[in-house]
């Protein structure tokens, strides 16, 4: 009666939020409340797919579930990002009976990192994504062994994983568990580089025997193909692979033959497609189907945009703070890039989540390599313009280049009028919109 009980609350205050568009958590944090063991009583569907990691996870999950979708699946999905304890229950009470039962097909549920431990003993996921581990958001996540070890304690040794075989942190979790694994990969191609572009923070030596890793080639960061020179540990075979790239048409090639479009020319959007490509083929669904959805859902994204202003094109990254892996990404695609650059840098806020504004990641970030460009300004802006434009000076980029700004509203009027090239700029999500806005450039890629 309890359960019952709790989950018809839980449900009204679900209709409530759906009638003011708000309470993606509060449902379920409420539910909890009066039922702290109300997770453990959902009858859940044969099929759970849940995905974690630092980043990544948000859009993988996104596109699972609409190839799900059209592929006729009802899908049970929180799709609003709230991704701990109160949000994943607020999603299974959306979809189910005042008895608990879901009544979705699949439920494919984005969790946070440090929550698997208690989520997944709930929803027992049949298959586990972990998009990656990097240093991301050091007050509250630490160190990213930390962050393994809290997946680690949730994955049973039923759970199918599906990983990145180009990551060797991810190959922690098959040495030291049991658990069936698909792997998905990107083969050598013209973006590969031999000698590393980056410090390489996140995973540099053997998980075995402790011995600096040896690459082949890097796609990014310590990814890419591996071996350790000392012990058996490499980069396991791809079951699907990433054959070719091709940044200029937005567009991969899977094993060879087939061809799908990819949101921005980004490698993170590469592996996010390889991810939820492996996970909806598991689950038998139709090779032409899965890429004609993920060609549908590249054609809408809004994260990232290519504009005109006059002669200049503006490319609008849509970063996350906190995470030096994501802004190293936003780097690698301005290293590709030819010509005289204007290069934007800021936030509003750092995080949501805490009073205290940590900046300890910034150094994390590999500047150095806009040094080697024809950088003509750093625009600074936002409440941290400051500590942004010392970062920058500290990597070898002219002062005399640098500008700081308290705002949007200051700094774009000076972006016009007084810096030459095409413009870059690197955001937190709360500036993208505003900056759009502001430059006021007509769309053009």
Same mark, same amino acid.
């Given at each position: ?26 449902? @379920?944090?409420?539910? +909890?409340? #009066?039922?702290?063991?109300?997770? !453990? ?5 044969? %099929? &759970? /797919? =849940? ?35 109160? @949000?994943?229950?607020? +999603?299974? #009470?959306?979809?189910?009976?005042? !008895? ?5 097909? %699949? &439920? /494919? =549920? ?336």
């Amino acid at each position: 009666m309890r359960k019952t009980i709790s989950i018809i609350i839980g449900k009204i205050f679900v209709f409530i939020g759906k009638l003011l568009h708000r309470g993606s958590s509060l449902p @379920g944090s409420i539910a +909890l409340k #009066l039922y702290p063991n109300l997770m !453990h009583e959902f009858k859940m569907p044969e %099929i &759970v /797919i =849940a995905v974690t990691g630092s980043s990544g996870k948000g859009s993988i999950t996104s596109m699972i579930a609409e190839i799900c979708k059209k592929a006729g699946y009802k899908v049970a999905h929180n799709s609003k990002g709230s991704n701990l304890s109160a @949000g994943i229950t607020t +999603l299974l #009470l959306e979809h189910s009976t005042v !008895h608990g039962g879901i009544k979705s097909d %699949i &439920v /494919i =549920a984005e969790v946070d990192e440090r929550y698997c431990k208690y989520v997944f003993p709930c929803i027992k996921p049949k298959y586990v994504v972990i998009s990656n581990i990097t240093r991301d958001q050091p007050p509250r996540q630490g160190h990213f062994d930390l962050v393994y070890q809290e997946i680690k304690k949730a994955l049973t040794s039923d759970m199918h994983l599906i990983l990145s075989s180009d990551d060797p942190m991810l190959q922690k979790f098959v040495l030291e568990k049991e658990n069936p694994v698909t792997y998905y990969g990107i083969d050598k191609n013209r973006y590969s580089y031999i000698v590393s572009k980056f410090k390489n923070l996140n995973f540099t030596y053997c998980p075995i025997c402790h011995t600096k890793l040896i690459y082949d080639y890097y796609h990014f960061e310590e990814i890419g193909d591996y071996h350790c020179p000392n012990c058996q540990f490499k980069r396991p075979l791809a079951d699907i692979t990433c054959t070719d790239i091709d940044y200029d048409n937005k567009a991969i090639t899977i094993q060879n033959n087939k061809k799908t479009h990819i949101p921005y020319q980004l490698l993170y959007c590469v592996y996010n497609s390889l991810a939820a490509y492996t996970a909806t083929k598991l689950l038998g669904i139709k090779e032409d189907d899965i890429l004609t959805t993920i060609d549908e859902i590249a054609g809408n994204t809004k994260n990232f945009s290519i504009y005109h202003y006059q002669d200049r094109k503006v490319h609008i990254l849509n970063n996350k703070n906190e995470n030096s892996s994501t802004f190293n990404q936003s780097i690698l695609y301005v290293d590709r890039m030819k010509g005289e650059k204007t290069i934007v840098i800021g936030w509003k806020e750092i995080s949501r989540r805490y009073a205290f504004d940590d900046l300890s990641w910034l150094y994390d970030i590999d500047f150095e390599i806009l040094a080697k460009h024809d950088i003509h300004s750093v625009i600074c802006v936002g409440l941290h313009c400051y500590d942004i434009a010392t970062r920058v000076k500290y990597a070898n980029i002219e002062e005399k280049k640098i500008k700081t700004f308290d705002s949007l509203e200051e700094a774009v009027p000076y972006i016009k009028k007084r810096t030459k090239g095409d413009i870059y700029a690197i955001l937190n999500f709360d500036y993208v919109v505003p900056f759009q806005e502001l430059m006021n450039g007509s769309e053009n890629e």
